[in-house]
Protein backbone atom coordinates (compact mmCIF):
# COMPACT_ATOMS: atom_id res chain seq x y z
CA UNK A 1 0.00 0.00 0.00
CA UNK A 2 2.69 2.32 0.85
CA UNK A 3 4.70 1.51 -2.37
CA UNK A 4 1.64 2.03 -4.55
CA UNK A 5 0.32 5.10 -2.72
CA UNK A 6 3.93 6.97 -3.23
CA UNK A 7 4.29 7.22 -6.90
CA UNK A 8 1.07 9.48 -7.09
CA UNK A 9 -1.05 6.88 -9.31
CA UNK A 10 -3.39 5.76 -6.57
CA UNK A 11 -6.28 7.18 -5.01
CA UNK A 12 -7.54 5.63 -1.49
CA UNK A 13 -10.14 4.57 -3.23
CA UNK A 14 -8.38 2.77 -5.97
CA UNK A 15 -6.03 1.65 -3.07
CA UNK A 16 -8.51 0.04 -1.21
CA UNK A 17 -9.83 -2.14 -4.24
CA UNK A 18 -6.35 -3.55 -5.27
CA UNK A 19 -6.12 -4.55 -1.63
CA UNK A 20 -8.97 -5.61 -1.48
CA UNK A 21 -8.60 -8.02 -4.46
CA UNK A 22 -5.12 -9.11 -3.01
CA UNK A 23 -7.18 -10.35 0.35
CA UNK A 24 -6.55 -7.96 2.85
CA UNK A 25 -9.71 -7.86 5.04
CA UNK A 26 -10.80 -6.51 8.26
CA UNK A 27 -11.45 -8.29 11.72
CA UNK A 28 -14.77 -8.91 10.82
CA UNK A 29 -13.38 -10.51 7.06
CA UNK A 30 -15.04 -7.52 5.14
CA UNK A 31 -13.58 -5.39 2.43
CA UNK A 32 -11.04 -2.76 4.07
CA UNK A 33 -12.70 0.62 4.19
CA UNK A 34 -10.98 3.70 2.68
CA UNK A 35 -11.22 5.77 5.94
CA UNK A 36 -8.98 2.34 7.40
CA UNK A 37 -6.40 2.80 4.45
CA UNK A 38 -6.04 6.48 5.48
CA UNK A 39 -5.37 5.28 9.51
CA UNK A 40 -2.55 2.52 8.25
CA UNK A 41 -0.69 4.78 5.52
CA UNK A 42 -0.62 7.61 8.82
CA UNK A 43 0.79 5.14 11.37
CA UNK A 44 4.22 5.21 12.09
CA UNK A 45 3.95 1.63 13.36
CA UNK A 46 5.30 0.52 9.75
CA UNK A 47 8.57 2.26 9.86
CA UNK A 48 9.52 1.50 13.18
CA UNK A 49 7.95 3.80 16.17
CA UNK A 50 5.26 3.55 18.21
CA UNK A 51 2.56 6.49 18.51
CA UNK A 52 0.61 7.27 22.30
CA UNK A 53 -1.28 10.17 23.42
CA UNK A 54 0.36 11.61 20.38
CA UNK A 55 3.69 11.32 21.03
CA UNK A 56 5.83 9.22 18.81
CA UNK A 57 8.52 6.94 20.43
CA UNK A 58 11.53 4.43 18.96
CA UNK A 59 9.61 0.68 18.91
CA UNK A 60 11.00 -2.46 19.60
CA UNK A 61 9.71 -4.01 16.33
CA UNK A 62 11.08 -4.81 12.91
CA UNK A 63 10.16 -2.39 10.68
CA UNK A 64 8.11 -3.18 7.32
CA UNK A 65 9.04 0.27 5.68
CA UNK A 66 11.35 3.15 5.64
CA UNK A 67 11.10 6.50 7.50
CA UNK A 68 12.27 8.00 3.28
CA UNK A 69 9.03 6.19 2.10
CA UNK A 70 6.55 6.99 5.19
CA UNK A 71 7.54 10.57 4.97
CA UNK A 72 6.77 10.71 0.91
CA UNK A 73 3.05 9.05 1.67
CA UNK A 74 2.91 11.46 4.33
CA UNK A 75 3.27 14.34 1.71
CA UNK A 76 0.71 12.27 -0.99
CA UNK A 77 -2.12 12.59 1.84
CA UNK A 78 -1.94 16.37 2.73
CA UNK A 79 -1.85 17.09 -1.05
CA UNK A 80 -5.98 15.77 -1.72
CA UNK A 81 -6.15 17.79 -4.25
CA UNK A 82 -3.54 16.78 -6.73
CA UNK A 83 -4.46 12.80 -6.33
CA UNK A 84 -6.22 10.94 -9.19
CA UNK A 85 -10.00 10.45 -8.29
CA UNK A 86 -10.79 6.65 -8.66
CA UNK A 87 -12.81 5.44 -12.03
CA UNK A 88 -12.85 2.53 -13.82
CA UNK A 89 -11.84 3.62 -17.23
CA UNK A 90 -8.60 5.83 -16.16
CA UNK A 91 -6.75 7.54 -18.24
CA UNK A 92 -2.89 7.16 -18.47
CA UNK A 93 -1.86 10.80 -17.84
CA UNK A 94 -4.81 11.34 -14.94
CA UNK A 95 -3.20 13.94 -12.60
CA UNK A 96 0.39 13.59 -14.14
CA UNK A 97 0.40 16.66 -15.97
CA UNK A 98 0.01 20.39 -15.70
CA UNK A 99 -1.37 23.16 -18.00
CA UNK A 100 2.22 25.07 -18.68
CA UNK A 101 0.18 28.67 -18.89
CA UNK A 102 -1.50 28.44 -15.71
CA UNK A 103 -0.69 25.47 -13.71
CA UNK A 104 -3.96 23.92 -14.23
CA UNK A 105 -3.87 19.99 -13.73
CA UNK A 106 -4.96 19.23 -17.65
CA UNK A 107 -8.35 17.61 -17.28
CA UNK A 108 -8.80 14.52 -19.85
CA UNK A 109 -12.40 13.66 -21.44
CA UNK A 110 -13.28 10.80 -23.74
CA UNK A 111 -14.46 11.64 -27.24
CA UNK A 112 -15.44 8.81 -30.02
CA UNK A 113 -13.49 6.01 -27.96
CA UNK A 114 -9.81 8.17 -26.91
CA UNK A 115 -8.88 10.06 -24.38
CA UNK A 116 -8.37 14.05 -24.90
CA UNK A 117 -6.16 16.33 -22.67
CA UNK A 118 -7.13 20.05 -22.15
CA UNK A 119 -6.53 22.80 -19.60
CA UNK A 120 -9.16 22.85 -17.09
CA UNK A 121 -9.43 26.56 -16.24
CA UNK A 122 -9.95 26.67 -12.92
CA UNK A 123 -7.43 29.45 -13.42
CA UNK A 124 -7.39 32.30 -15.72
CA UNK A 125 -5.56 30.60 -18.81
CA UNK A 126 -5.97 30.92 -22.74
CA UNK A 127 -4.82 27.79 -23.68
CA UNK A 128 -8.00 26.22 -25.67
CA UNK A 129 -6.46 23.08 -27.52
CA UNK A 130 -7.53 19.55 -27.00
CA UNK A 131 -4.79 17.46 -27.56
CA UNK A 132 -4.91 13.17 -27.83
CA UNK A 133 -3.69 11.08 -25.58
CA UNK A 134 -1.65 9.15 -28.34
CA UNK A 135 0.30 12.45 -29.35
CA UNK A 136 1.40 12.81 -25.88
CA UNK A 137 2.84 9.26 -25.97
CA UNK A 138 4.29 9.73 -29.25
CA UNK A 139 6.12 13.02 -27.88
CA UNK A 140 7.12 11.08 -25.05
CA UNK A 141 8.74 8.03 -26.24
CA UNK A 142 11.61 9.74 -27.97
CA UNK A 143 12.78 10.69 -24.28
CA UNK A 144 12.52 7.32 -23.51
CA UNK A 145 15.32 6.53 -26.19
CA UNK A 146 17.37 9.25 -24.59
CA UNK A 147 18.45 7.21 -21.66
CA UNK A 148 18.49 3.73 -23.50
CA UNK A 149 21.84 1.56 -23.06
CA UNK A 150 22.63 0.99 -26.61
CA UNK A 151 22.00 -2.63 -26.32
CA UNK A 152 22.16 -5.76 -24.04
CA UNK A 153 25.62 -6.29 -24.21
CA UNK A 154 26.25 -2.37 -22.46
CA UNK A 155 23.75 -3.78 -20.05
CA UNK A 156 25.52 -7.05 -18.83
CA UNK A 157 28.80 -4.92 -19.11
CA UNK A 158 27.32 -2.09 -16.66
CA UNK A 159 26.09 -5.09 -14.51
CA UNK A 160 29.44 -6.09 -14.13
CA UNK A 161 31.23 -2.24 -13.03
CA UNK A 162 28.48 -1.50 -11.05
CA UNK A 163 29.47 -5.24 -9.25
CA UNK A 164 32.97 -3.94 -8.96
CA UNK A 165 32.19 -0.16 -8.25
CA UNK A 166 30.45 -1.90 -5.01
CA UNK A 167 34.13 -2.59 -3.49
CA UNK A 168 34.17 1.16 -3.00
CA UNK A 169 30.70 1.40 -1.72
CA UNK A 170 31.47 -0.85 1.11
CA UNK A 171 34.92 1.20 1.91
CA UNK A 172 33.23 4.18 2.30
CA UNK A 173 30.23 2.66 4.11
CA UNK A 174 32.89 0.82 6.48
CA UNK A 175 34.49 4.60 7.60
CA UNK A 176 30.84 6.12 7.88
CA UNK A 177 29.90 3.57 10.34
CA UNK A 178 33.21 4.39 12.30
CA UNK A 179 32.05 8.45 11.66
CA UNK A 180 28.38 7.62 12.89
CA UNK A 181 29.66 5.27 15.66
CA UNK A 182 31.85 8.34 17.11
CA UNK A 183 28.78 10.31 17.24
CA UNK A 184 26.85 8.57 18.89
CA UNK A 185 29.20 7.91 21.39
CA UNK A 186 29.73 11.42 21.96
CA UNK A 187 26.01 12.00 22.43
CA UNK A 188 25.74 9.33 25.26
CA UNK A 189 28.75 11.50 27.03
CA UNK A 190 26.53 14.46 26.70
CA UNK A 191 23.01 12.96 28.11
CA UNK A 192 25.27 11.50 30.86
CA UNK A 193 27.09 14.59 32.22
CA UNK A 194 23.90 16.28 31.97
CA UNK A 195 22.21 13.77 33.52
CA UNK A 196 25.21 14.33 36.36
CA UNK A 197 25.18 18.12 36.43
CA UNK A 198 21.27 18.16 37.23
CA UNK A 199 21.75 15.61 40.44
CA UNK A 200 24.72 17.87 41.55
CA UNK A 201 22.63 20.94 41.15
CA UNK A 202 25.37 22.36 38.69
CA UNK A 203 23.42 23.85 36.08
CA UNK A 204 19.06 24.13 35.62
CA UNK A 205 17.12 21.73 35.15
CA UNK A 206 15.58 23.22 32.81
CA UNK A 207 18.42 23.22 30.57
CA UNK A 208 19.77 19.65 31.61
CA UNK A 209 16.39 18.64 30.25
CA UNK A 210 16.73 20.55 27.11
CA UNK A 211 20.38 19.08 26.49
CA UNK A 212 19.28 15.54 26.95
CA UNK A 213 16.13 15.82 24.94
CA UNK A 214 18.30 17.10 21.98
CA UNK A 215 20.89 14.61 22.35
CA UNK A 216 18.56 11.58 22.66
CA UNK A 217 17.20 13.20 19.81
CA UNK A 218 20.55 13.26 17.51
CA UNK A 219 21.29 9.52 18.39
CA UNK A 220 18.37 8.75 17.52
CA UNK A 221 18.81 9.60 13.70
CA UNK A 222 22.37 8.83 13.83
CA UNK A 223 21.25 5.16 14.74
CA UNK A 224 18.80 5.53 12.03
CA UNK A 225 21.32 6.60 9.56
CA UNK A 226 23.49 3.54 10.40
CA UNK A 227 21.05 0.91 9.91
CA UNK A 228 20.16 2.25 6.91
CA UNK A 229 24.24 2.04 5.67
CA UNK A 230 23.41 -2.03 6.58
CA UNK A 231 20.40 -1.68 4.05
CA UNK A 232 22.29 0.04 1.53
CA UNK A 233 24.67 -2.56 0.67
CA UNK A 234 23.48 -4.54 -1.73
CA UNK A 235 20.94 -2.18 -2.25
CA UNK A 236 23.58 -0.11 -4.21
CA UNK A 237 24.04 -2.06 -6.88
CA UNK A 238 21.55 -3.67 -7.53
CA UNK A 239 19.16 -0.09 -7.45
CA UNK A 240 21.49 0.58 -10.05
CA UNK A 241 21.29 -2.06 -12.84
CA UNK A 242 17.76 -2.35 -12.12
CA UNK A 243 17.47 1.74 -13.59
CA UNK A 244 19.39 0.93 -16.33
CA UNK A 245 17.56 -2.32 -17.12
CA UNK A 246 14.57 -0.25 -16.88
CA UNK A 247 15.87 2.29 -19.46
CA UNK A 248 16.36 -0.52 -21.80
CA UNK A 249 12.56 -1.85 -21.72
CA UNK A 250 10.59 1.23 -20.56
CA UNK A 251 9.28 2.13 -24.74
CA UNK A 252 8.56 -1.92 -24.97
CA UNK A 253 7.02 -2.58 -21.99
CA UNK A 254 4.59 0.55 -22.19
CA UNK A 255 3.85 0.11 -25.97
CA UNK A 256 3.26 -3.83 -25.01
CA UNK A 257 -0.08 -4.66 -25.31
CA UNK A 258 -1.09 -6.49 -22.33
CA UNK A 259 0.35 -3.64 -20.45
CA UNK A 260 -2.30 -1.87 -18.22
CA UNK A 261 -3.29 1.34 -17.65
CA UNK A 262 -1.95 1.10 -13.70
CA UNK A 263 1.23 -0.41 -15.29
CA UNK A 264 2.02 2.38 -17.63
CA UNK A 265 1.26 5.25 -14.82
CA UNK A 266 3.65 3.30 -12.82
CA UNK A 267 6.37 2.95 -15.70
CA UNK A 268 5.69 7.05 -16.12
CA UNK A 269 6.02 7.66 -12.18
CA UNK A 270 9.44 6.08 -12.40
CA UNK A 271 11.17 8.06 -15.62
CA UNK A 272 9.38 11.54 -15.18
CA UNK A 273 8.80 13.75 -12.15
CA UNK A 274 6.46 15.89 -14.26
CA UNK A 275 4.79 16.75 -17.41
CA UNK A 276 3.99 20.37 -18.75
CA UNK A 277 1.34 20.76 -21.49
CA UNK A 278 1.58 24.05 -23.87
CA UNK A 279 -1.16 24.06 -26.68
CA UNK A 280 -0.23 20.90 -28.03
CA UNK A 281 3.07 20.37 -27.01
CA UNK A 282 4.87 18.28 -24.05
CA UNK A 283 7.73 19.22 -21.87
CA UNK A 284 8.67 16.47 -19.54
CA UNK A 285 11.21 16.48 -16.65
CA UNK A 286 12.98 12.98 -15.18
CA UNK A 287 13.04 12.06 -12.36
CA UNK A 288 16.41 12.46 -10.26
CA UNK A 289 17.84 8.46 -11.67
CA UNK A 290 16.83 9.19 -15.13
CA UNK A 291 18.00 12.85 -15.05
CA UNK A 292 21.30 10.87 -14.44
CA UNK A 293 20.81 8.75 -17.25
CA UNK A 294 20.01 11.55 -19.66
CA UNK A 295 23.82 12.97 -19.08
CA UNK A 296 25.30 9.24 -18.34
CA UNK A 297 23.81 7.26 -21.01
CA UNK A 298 25.06 8.94 -23.97
CA UNK A 299 28.50 9.18 -23.08
CA UNK A 300 28.90 5.46 -22.05
CA UNK A 301 26.81 4.44 -25.61
CA UNK A 302 29.79 6.61 -26.85
CA UNK A 303 32.70 5.05 -25.33
CA UNK A 304 31.61 1.66 -25.72
CA UNK A 305 31.38 1.71 -29.38
CA UNK A 306 34.86 3.51 -29.50
CA UNK A 307 36.24 0.90 -27.21
CA UNK A 308 34.27 -1.93 -29.13
CA UNK A 309 36.01 -0.84 -32.49
CA UNK A 310 39.64 -0.70 -30.43
CA UNK A 311 39.16 -4.00 -29.75
CA UNK A 312 38.05 -5.12 -33.28
CA UNK A 313 41.88 -3.70 -34.33
CA UNK A 314 43.05 -5.80 -31.97
CA UNK A 315 43.59 -3.84 -28.45
CA UNK A 316 42.94 -6.17 -26.19
CA UNK A 317 43.01 -4.07 -22.98
CA UNK A 318 40.80 -1.49 -24.65
CA UNK A 319 38.07 -2.68 -21.84
CA UNK A 320 40.47 -2.24 -19.05
CA UNK A 321 41.16 1.44 -19.63
CA UNK A 322 37.50 2.01 -20.51
CA UNK A 323 35.96 0.54 -17.02
CA UNK A 324 38.64 2.53 -14.98
CA UNK A 325 37.35 5.46 -16.32
CA UNK A 326 33.47 4.53 -15.73
CA UNK A 327 33.86 3.68 -12.43
CA UNK A 328 35.64 6.42 -11.29
CA UNK A 329 32.40 8.23 -12.55
Request: include cysteine; charged fraction near 30%; proline fraction near 3%.
Amino acid sequence: MFELYSTGNYSLTALAKIVNEEGLRNKRNNKVSRSRIYDLLSDPFYYGKNRWNDKISAGQHKPLISKELFDAVQARLSRKSSQPQYKKHLPVFKAKIKCKECGGIITWEIQKGHWYGHCNHYRKCSQKIYVRQEKVEGQLFPYFDEVVPKNEKVLRWLEKALKESHVDQIDYNTSRREEISRLIKLADERMEKAYADKLDGKIPFNLCDKVIEDSAKEKENLLESLAKLGEARVAYYEVGFAIHELALKAKDIYKCQAATTEEKRLLLSHIFSNLALNADKITPNYTLAFEFLIKWMPEINKSFELAENRMNKGEKDAFTSFRSTVCAG
